[in-house]
Nanobody
Framework: QVQLVESGGGLVQPGGSLRLSCAAS????????MGWHRQAPGKQRELVAG?????????ADSVKGRCTISRDNAKNTVTVYLQMNSLKPEDTAVYYC?????????????WGQGTQVTVSS
């Protein structure tokens, strides 16, 4: 089983920056796609940014130019980051990381527990 642990959320003023991190633990043989999603109150969960195993990235139109997703493949673990700049009140949401890949036995699709990002003055 692959578990994801997120960190880095918090309260920030409009125009500020935050960096979210998500580390994978457990037994996995490969992680292919990683992404950050968010869900604001009363709204559906949406993709913010994604990165493939080949480092191809994609972003929601609402965050293009303000956010950067990256990954760090270290021995026995993988971490995905989301650098968010020029934050706006409408970026307020719970942010979830997602990773898809394979263990030795089967594919997996894991989600983090969520981290709150609040943009407010």
């Amino acid at each position: 089983q692959v578990q994801l642990v997120e960190s880095g959320g918090g309260l920030v003023q409009p125009g500020g920056s935050l960096r979210l991190s998500c580390a994978a633990s457990g037994s996995f043989s490969v992680i292919n796609n990683m992404g950050w999603h968010r869900q604001a109150p009363g709204k559906q969960r949406e993709l913010v940014a994604g990165i493939s195993s080949g480092d191809t990235t994609n972003y929601a139109d609402s965050v293009k130019g303000r956010c950067t997703i990256s990954r760090d493949n270290a021995k026995n673990t993988v971490t995905v980051y989301l650098q968010m700049n020029s934050l706006k009140p409408e970026d307020t949401a719970v942010y979830y990381c997602n990773m898809q890949g394979r263990t030795l036995r089967s594919p997996f699709n894991s989600w983090g527990q969520g981290t709150q990002v609040t943009v407010s003055s």
